[in-house]
């Protein structure tokens, strides 16, 4: 499943790993994911019902592709670097307590944690956060940036392998090059940054609990720039749980950081330019693509002013979007407008995924259906901010009506509703990596002014530069979004015995079935069913379960329809957030209250 690219060479061997038993080979920091996948391993870990399952967003946020390494269970395969030697094995799920507590590792609960003061904490390291630290730094702030990815970049500036490396660096994409530069940059600067940093908790008024290579990590800064982006939005649908069903990015972040294909065979869906871009990149790469599943109908003449404004705005990314049809094309890989997959079926992982026509009010013509042999679909339908920090936080919110989801509000300094908390980029609305890029700079500008560091005149200049390409970034995702236009899929895929919580593998018919039992919140319904009480605390359940409400009830949901934010914000190891008393009684501090 490895892919090769002629201007893209091994800087070193590749190392020796066991994995159920066998052994196996990958490349000395890759992620286990990545490593596993070009193995051929599809399963990864077992559910509470015996069933395997696989990767699926490929960044830390579902929690799907656990697997027990070193005797330390509930790793995520995605966020976990592969070191020579690793003892890995699929997790399973546990039948007892007992089961459930993983060997101790890391710090001991009687370790002192370390409580660090920044002038500016920036949590993430995609294009906003890379920015604000690299403005605040200018700015002669003390910064700390983390990041939960061993390597930043984010999604959007995902970097190669260190394992890997391009014979000539003209040959890199725009993306890796700005990002590469970006990266260095921050580092040139003197930001503190930690990476493989776990964000757990966040408590007003600003006081962020991180842990990093098993230390507890408190951060009290002056101000904090919360710049955590988006992931991508999950839509039930038949099969969507197997094994080889992926996001978009979850693939794109294979191939581009690990130069690893998800499948041999591959079917791409959804809608937006990302699906396009991945499937060019996959062809080029010389895999397999069977088609592009577009919801959005891209030959419509009715586009074409969008189309227009659009590249007005950035005509480098127009060009780039038609050079990924003209390719796809040249590759007779089927581009198939106003499509959708409809569900994925096989033996324990995906064999066959189904796409149908969807019309402008999103219904499926079931006399379209086509069915496609696969071994991996790659699906991508929007995304969703990442806002566990601002909500934890008491930042104010407001609903997405498009989406569905929250979104953080902010002004045009990238101020929150709450004193010196900074929303920057998708965690406060979706506007694409340009804007986000400048929604960073901004912030980190702004947060350093407010507490009382001068603008030197190079900074200043920069700043104002800045909003006024943030002001074009914005123009032109607009105009993206009209050409990319297309009924909203949610809920329409999934019949009654579909999972719409994959962690607690709670079905649509059961939702529905305490809807009518009188169930009239979503956090009711969570209480009920555990819908939203698995791994990814509702990520991908948690828009679905609320607009399921707002049916039933007729009332439009607002800030508190939502499943209200909880610590832990990601999954953690209790003994790795307690100490231990004077009494020989462990305790952990929990929403303010000891725990004992």
Known sequence: MRVNDRHIRATRPPVEISFAGKTIRGFEGESLAACLTANGVRGFRTTKSGVERGIFCGMGVCSECLVKVEGRSSLNACMTPLVEGMVVEPHVHAKT???????????????QTEVLMPDILVLGGGPAGLSA??????????????????????????????????????????QFQAGGRLIAEVEAAG????????????????????????????????????????????????????????TTGAAQTLLRSYRVSPGKRILLAGNGPLNLQVAFELTMAGVEVAAVAEAAPLASAARLPAILRAFRHSPDLIFDGMNYLCKLVQARVPVLSRHVVVGASGNGRVEQVTVAKINSIGEINDQSRRDFNVDAVCVGYGFLPSNDVSRALNCRHRVDPLRGGLVAEKDDDCLSSVKNVYIAGD???????RAAKEDGFIAGAMAARSLGFELPGDLETELDASRRRRLVARRFQKALWEVFAAPQVGLQLA?????????????LGELKETLDGGTSTAGAIKRQTRAGMGLCQGRYCGTHITTLVAEQSGVAPDEYSFFAPRPPIKPVP????????????????????ELK
């Open 97 to 111: 307590f007992s089961d459930a507590v993983p060997v101790a590792t890391g710090t001991a609960p009687d370790a």
């Open 133 to 174: 630290a690299k403005a605040a730094a200018m700015a002669g702030c003390k910064v700390v940036l983390v990041d939960e990815r061993p390597s930043l970049g984010g999604q959007y500036y995902k970097q190669l392998l260190k394992a890997h490396v391009f014979d000539d660096s003209q040959r890199m994409d725009r």
């Open 191 to 246: 930001v503190k940054i930690y990476r493989g940093a776990v964000i757990w908790g966040a408590f007003e008024p600003r006081e962020i609990c991180v842990l990093v290579e098993g230390h507890s990590l408190v951060f009290q800064p002056a101000s904090v720039i919360v710049a955590t982006g988006a992931y991508e939005r999950g839509v039930p649908m038949p099969g969507w749980t197997l094994p080889g069903y992926m």
């Open 427 to 433: 965690c406060g609305g979706l506007g694409g990596a």
């Open 495 to 507: 019949k009654d015995d579909t999972l719409v919580c994959r962690c607690e593998e709670v079905t």
């Open 574 to 593: 209790v003994h790795m957030i307690a100490k231990e008393t004077s009494d020989g009684i462990t305790s952990t501090t929990f929403e303010g209250a």
